[in-house]
């Protein structure tokens, strides 16, 4: 099972996730679910690291994981933060949804 943790922060802006595992629902390098949480949740983290005004720290240590923490974020640009955190938890519910028992999903809300 993949699991994913999405923590958010003030007005639901992305503070950071985590996600690990593998879904098992296809052979190793052909598993299309752990594929489509991949690619959602590296683009999520690729746009974070070229905004030159966002500090964000973390990465992929090993196959199956990926934490991504956000550091910094202007006030002018917290709704842009705020439609990324939105995209990534409805790419995320779909995934769920579409895929029962392949992806666990948390999201976490607090204030920072």
């Known amino acids: 099972m ?9 007005q639901g802006a992305l503070r950071g996730f985590s996600v690990s595992g593998h879904s098992g629902t296809g052979s190793r390098g052909e598993d ?7 690619v959602l949740f590296r ?14 720290q973390g990465g992929a240590a090993e196959n199956g994981t990926m934490e991504l923490q956000v550091d ?15 995209f990534l938890i409805r790419g995320a519910r779909d995934l769920q949804e579409e895929n029962p ?3 666990s999903l948390r999201v976490s809300e607090g204030e920072a």
Do not use: F, N, Y
């Open 2 to 10: 993949i699991r994913v943790e999405i923590r958010l922060g003030h």
């Open 32 to 38: 299309l679910v752990c594929a489509a949480v991949s």
């Open 43 to 56: 683009t999520a983290a690729r746009l974070l690291q070229l905004q030159p005004d966002v500090d964000v």
């Open 72 to 86: 910094t974020v202007p006030a002018e640009r917290r709704q842009w933060l705020v439609g990324l955190s939105d």
């Open 101 to 103: 028992g392949a992806i």
